[in-house]
């Protein structure tokens, strides 16, 4: 076999560009025989971990792929609209259509603004993308440092943006809707609380959010706060082109999948990253989680090319981490089915912890591009027994 044939004999389409798909389309490069490109709508490689760094004006949070993807991957900068598994083609918004032997599904999330809170879709600001923190920057430059803010959303995003926000000395309420970093140990939501009171921060807990304004916020108690900008930090959603595509998918949208990530409709497509359920059990959002799936698609796609059976995915929580501003953080430290327990580190040791792992998230990336399958995580979660996958089209050899 010629060198060329080797590399075009099995394309792989890789749908979206962020943390799991950019380490899985490295990840492919363990194999000559496969001819990649990533699709993705922005040229270059967001850093989600850091768009409330970007929406306070302390990180650009992008990077150039042309140091995020090894040689020989090609880069569309483009938006996939529809996937045809039929004719195992995807179309893009320029109207261009891409063939594939295999598609590894990686669009990861998006914000999650609900349409059921009067108000939030017209008034609120969301940090769940590049354009939208952007946005909110941009805003944010323009309105007087006194001016009152409000975060909706107690989880970890909400109180990054909060505490950014409150250390640059802006004026915050966080609307929690249950309870302060719910997922954390005691210790740790009270460790977060101690901070975010210490800068000036109002933490409202069983508080929801029934109307957004453009000068307030309404609580489903009747109680009006004064918000001159309002921040939706209350969840995620996911994008509708599996559903779209005609793919079946759980009540978010995430694709479902067999435990080696292979969708139950089509051993062609195999999900990553956010967007991924398998089992109808998806895995804990995250640039830590999306790593290990990233790594885990490419290797189920090359194992399918190889004839081989795929391994089911292993990976094992050790915790989470939370900035506090520049100078601060939180290390929440967990059991491997990522349910807390009562230990964390904070102050400059969390903040230094937190930034290392932030940095790590891309650092993989460039590492698997130098030397495809050097990827690792923890392993030893635990997994929900697989249930029966429904028929699925026979593979063919492409």
Not at 210 to 231: C, K, Q
Not at 281 to 288: E, I, K, V
Not at 311 to 334: N, P, Y
Request: proline share 4%; with cysteine.
């Amino acid at each position: 076999m010629s060198a060329s044939s080797r590399h075009t004999s099995h394309k792989v389409v890789v749908i979206g560009g962020g943390y799991a798909g950019a380490l899985a389309a490295n990840h492919l490069r363990m194999s000559a025989d496969v001819d990649i490109t990533l699709v993705n709508p922005r040229p270059r490689f967001v850093e989600r971990v850091r768009l409330h760094q970007l929406a306070a004006g302390t990180s650009e949070a992008t990077a150039d792929y042309g140091t995020i993807l090894g040689e020989g991957i090609r880069l569309v900068v483009d938006s996939a609209t529809h996937i045809d598994t039929a004719t195992r083609t995807v179309r893009l918004w320029s109207g261009r259509t891409l063939e594939y032997d295999y598609l590894i599904y990686a669009v990861g999330s998006t914000g999650g603004v609900p349409s059921s809170v009067t108000g939030a879709a017209e008034f609120a600001f969301e940090l769940s993308e590049y354009e939208p923190a952007l946005e909110l920057r941009t805003r944010l430059e323009q309105l007087p440092l006194d001016a009152p803010i409000t975060v909706v959303g107690g989880g970890l995003t909400g109180i990054e943006a909060a505490a950014e926000l409150a250390e640059r000395k802006r004026r915050i309420t966080l609307v929690c809707g249950r309870a302060l970093a719910p997922t954390f140990s005691e210790s740790g939501r009270r460790y977060v609380a101690r901070w975010l009171s210490r800068h000036g921060a109002t933490v409202l807990e069983d508080a929801v959010v029934d109307e957004v304004r453009s000068d307030a916020v309404v609580l489903t108690d009747g109680t009006v706060h004064a918000s001159a900008l309002t921040v939706w930090a209350g969840g995620f959603g996911v994008p509708e082109l599996a559903a779209a595509s005609g793919l079946r998918t759980d009540a978010l949208g995430r694709l479902l999948t067999d435990e080696t990530l292979t969708s139950i409709d089509d051993q062609r497509v195999i999900a990553a990253g956010d967007a991924a359920a398998p089992s109808g059990q998806a895995l804990r959002m995250s640039c830590y989680a999306a790593g290990p799936l990233g790594a885990q698609a490419a290797d189920t796609v090359l194992s399918r090319i190889a004839g081989t059976d795929p391994e089911v995915i292993d990976v094992g929580f050790s915790g989470a981490c939370v900035s506090l501003g520049r100078r601060t953080g939180i290390r929440q430290f967990a059991r491997k089915d990522d349910t807390a327990v009562n230990f964390h580190i904070g102050g400059r040791m969390g903040a230094a912890i937190k930034e290392f792992t932030c940095n790590l998230g891309v650092s993989r990336i460039r590492r698997e591009a130098r030397k495809p399958g050097s990827a690792f995580w923890v392993k030893g979660g635990t997994r929900p027994e697989q249930p029966a996958a429904a028929p699925r089209q026979a593979a063919t050899s492409a």
